[in-house]
């Protein structure tokens, strides 16, 4: 079974820069299309961003584009999320999640809900200083 271990948050201030890191485990990622999701308090889970599993394709909401960047290395088996010049509006919880690239695109993957995977991590609380 794939599973998740999210790192890398923390506080930061506005105009900072985190790493959010997602190690995985039980498969290797290099056939799964991989996800960023994020959840803020009294808010729905949403798709940040996602990455093929060639890294070659990518998504990002809207709200993040020019100042996230999804990465990853399938030989360390992890995806990566550079958070640069974060806002307020980013506070949330970050989880990562996986679908086999033959049924997905970063596209379609990044619009699923949370209940269309199987396994959530414990995530990594990013909170952005206002």
């Known amino acids: 079974q794939l599973r998740f271990v999210e790192s890398g948050g923390g506080l930061v201030q506005p105009g900072g820069s985190l790493r959010l890191s997602c190690a995985a485990s039980?498969?290797?990622?290099?056939?799964?299309?991989v996800g960023w999701f994020r959840q803020a308090p009294g808010k729905e889970r949403e798709g940040v961003s996602c990455i093929s599993n060639s890294g070659t394709n990518t998504y990002y909401t809207d709200s993040v584009k020019g100042r996230f960047t999804v990465s990853r290395d399938n030989s360390k088996n992890t995806v990566y999320l550079q958070m640069n010049v974060p806002i307020p509006e980013d506070t949330a919880v970050y989880y990562c999640?996986?679908?086999?690239?033959?049924?997905?695109?970063?596209?379609?993957?990044?619009?699923?809900?949370?209940?269309?995977?199987?396994?959530w991590g414990q995530g990594t609380q990013v909170t952005v200083l206002s």
């Open positions: 039980g498969y290797s990622l290099e056939h799964y299309v």
């Open positions: 999640a996986a679908e086999d690239s033959l049924a997905t695109t970063p596209q379609v993957m990044c619009f699923m809900g949370p209940n269309d995977f199987d396994d």
